[in-house]
């Protein structure tokens, strides 16, 4: 167990919908970061927050968006969705702010139906 | 544009023998890299890390080797145990950068 909470674990849905998935980091973390991995594909980066501000952005869509709460918590939003955003969703935590070990959570799975 | 690539999807391995992942990289200001395992149903987990400044780093039976010139690193792992099937992903950054992370290498240890 990495200290790292998701949920929902599984998520369906139809195109066009919106969804939020949420993150709960380590505690004492204060990074959290969002990857998409798609079937086949690596892990992409979407967005990392730093104690609550935007740090980094990666492969993030326009539809997407995040935000990190002042109790550190993340939530990540898609909306507009489409067939091709199903995947497993990954949120990782860090102590600090650049590079280190980060720890996963389990995944969120979403499928757009 | 995959900046750290696994070109093996999968490897077999018998129990005993060592295990070795491959991964390459084109960004030639990464200076940090990172094994991550995963094993279905997980997140994945921290395994193993190596800064650009050393070419070797061991911890226990698992070592990750740096090649700059060739924009190579290895993970070996010896000897290789059933528990270490999974698959593996190497990942990359530059300072303050985010991670790139490869495709995945599904290791499978047989008895």
């Known amino acids: 167990d990495s200290g790292v909470t998701q949920t929902p674990k599984h998520l369906i849905t139809a195109t066009g919908q919106r969804v939020t998935l949420r993150c709960s980091p380590r505690?004492?973390?204060?990074?959290v970061y969002w990857y998409q991995q798609s079937l086949d594909q690596g892990l992409q980066f979407l967005i990392q927050y730093y104690n609550g501000e935007e740090r980094a952005k990666g492969n993030i869509l326009e539809r997407f968006s995040a935000q990190q709460f002042p109790d550190l918590h993340s939530e990540l939003n898609l909306s507009s969705l489409e067939l091709g955003d199903s995947a497993l969703y990954f949120c990782?935590?860090?102590?600090?702010?650049?590079?280190?070990?980060?720890?996963f959570g389990p995944g969120t799975r979403l499928t757009v139906l | 544009d995959q900046q750290v690539k696994q070109n093996s999807p999968s490897l077999s391995v018998q129990e005993g023998r060592i295990s070795i992942l491959n991964c390459d990289y084109t960004n030639s200001m990464f200076d940090y890299f990172l094994w991550y395992k995963k094993y279905p149903a997980e997140g994945p987990t921290f395994l193993i890390s190596i800064s650009s400044i050393k070419d070797k780093n061991e911890d226990g039976r698992f070592t990750v080797f740096l090649n700059k010139s060739a924009k190579h690193l290895s993970l070996h792992i010896v000897p290789s145990q059933p528990g270490d099937s999974a698959v593996y992903f190497c990942?990359?950054?530059?300072?303050?950068?985010?991670?790139?992370f490869g495709t995945g290498t599904s290791l499978t240890v047989i008895p």
């Open positions: 505690s004492g973390d204060l990074s």
């Open positions: 990942a990359a950054s530059a300072v303050g950068n985010q991670f790139y």
């Open positions: 990782a935590s860090s102590v600090g702010g650049t590079v280190g070990e980060q720890f």
